[in-house]
């Protein structure tokens, strides 16, 4: 890390490019050399930031600050449109999870358990119109914006893989045939006999038999069925398509919670960092109280660390599609801010 007086060197070099009335590059290069002094965030970002507006002759270091903070507001503008656009398709995932996919699952769940046999279709436009309508929802780009993630990733995935598992229990069942007309009614009654096999045979045969999404999977899926006495296919279906209603209740309550977190940090950046920064823009371009700017624009990268924590806490960074925005407002807010207090004194 280089010493203080070196770095207090550069600011002198710095300054003194800026009397002189050095040619643009030279004092973006002086500028970024003593930002760039501890490595944070480098000369590379410093240089494209400041070089965005191309060069000009007039060019000083209220200028430079100007051009960062600029930068910055454009920063919080495509993440308020990103924030947007959560707020706008997670309730409409939430109405697909809750009517287009629950309403359909329900209907072969009370097929399954008034002893007939559900439509395939039942799970395969549940499959279509939940998770995979939800995924397509979050994920369209918008005009000029590269796709977007997916903040239900794992849910949907969750979602498509269980309830093509739940209709994969469900195809299993014996159809009835003409031919076994006279043993109808022994079948019936062989669902309490004494000779049923055991839940865990059952699940083991029927887990066996399914290669997709895998032994274990089916095992863990169907394993409430060894608590309620499983005695058939039927009774396995009825425990896969009730896991797949519990799944969609689950990604409801999370999606009901992301709307909340999103709504938060539209307040973060729209009433709060967009505001001070927008002021200390003002500050920069009237020329007055450039070091009032500077700690404005400091101020103002503390809120992306609150929208962060707040996307996190449900379910960690990793899953945050939010975090490499704020990790960049934060950047992009602290250089405007070494900027312009750079210069405050010239």
């Known amino acids: 890390?280089?010493?203080?007086?070196?770095?207090?060197?550069?600011?002198?070099?710095?300054?003194?490019?800026?009397?002189?009335?050095?040619?643009?590059?030279?004092?973006?290069?002086?500028?970024?050399?003593?930002?760039?002094?501890?490595?944070?965030?480098?000369?590379?970002?410093?240089?494209?930031?400041?070089?965005?507006?191309?060069?000009?002759?007039?060019?000083?270091?209220?200028?430079?600050?100007?051009?960062?903070?600029?930068?910055?507001?454009?920063?919080?503008?495509?993440?308020?449109?990103?924030?947007?656009?959560?707020?706008?398709?997670?309730?409409?995932?939430?109405?697909?999870?809750?009517?287009?996919?629950?309403?359909?699952?329900?209907?072969?769940?009370?097929?399954?358990?008034?002893?007939?046999?559900?439509?395939?279709?039942?799970?395969?436009?549940?499959?279509?119109?939940?998770?995979?309508?939800?995924?397509?929802?979050?994920?369209?780009?918008?005009?000029?914006?590269?796709?977007?993630?997916?903040?239900?990733?794992q849910e949907n995935q969750a979602n498509m893989d269980l309830v093509f598992f739940a209709m994969s229990v469900a195809m299993l069942i014996p159809n009835k045939s003409s031919s076994s007309s006279s043993s109808s009614s022994s079948s019936s009654s062989s669902r309490s006999s004494d000779s049923d096999p055991p839940a865990a045979a059952i699940i083991n045969d029927t887990c066996s038999s399914l290669p997709y999404p895998g032994y274990r999977y089916c095992v863990e899926v169907l394993s409430p069925g060894l608590a309620s006495g499983a005695r058939d296919t039927r009774d396995l279906a009825i425990v896969a398509t009730n896991a797949v209603l519990r799944n969609i209740t689950s990604t409801l309550s999370l999606i009901n919670g992301l709307v909340s977190d999103a709504a938060h940090c539209k307040v973060s950046y729209g009433d709060r960092m967009g505001k001070t920064v927008a002021s200390a823009l003002g500050d920069l371009v009237a020329g007055r109280a450039i070091a009032r700017a500077a700690s404005k624009l400091d101020g103002a990268s503390r809120h992306t660390t609150e929208c962060d924590v707040v996307m996190s806490k449900r379910r960690g960074v990793e899953n945050n599609v939010l975090h490499e925005d704020n990790a960049e407002n934060l950047v992009s807010a602290q250089f405007a801010s070494n900027v312009a207090a750079m210069y405050a004194a010239n």
Do not use: W
Request: with cysteine; aromatic share 6%; charged share 10%.
């Open 1 to 153: 890390m280089m010493q203080p007086l070196a770095a207090a060197l550069l600011l002198a070099t710095a300054a003194m490019a800026v009397a002189a009335g050095a040619s643009p590059p030279s004092i973006i290069n002086a500028t970024c050399s003593s930002l760039s002094y501890n490595g944070y965030p480098g000369y590379d970002y410093c240089v494209n930031v400041l070089s965005s507006s191309g060069p000009s002759a007039s060019m000083d270091g209220r200028g430079l600050a100007v051009i960062a903070a600029n930068a910055t507001e454009h920063n919080i503008t495509a993440t308020v449109g990103l924030i947007d656009d959560l707020l706008d398709t997670l309730p409409k995932c939430s109405g697909l999870y809750r009517h287009q996919m629950g309403d359909k699952i329900a209907s072969a769940l009370a097929d399954l358990v008034a002893g007939k046999q559900p439509s395939d279709s039942l799970y395969m436009d549940a499959h279509d119109q939940g998770p995979v309508n939800c995924f397509i929802a979050l994920t369209y780009p918008r005009p000029g914006f590269p796709r977007p993630s997916d903040p239900l990733a």
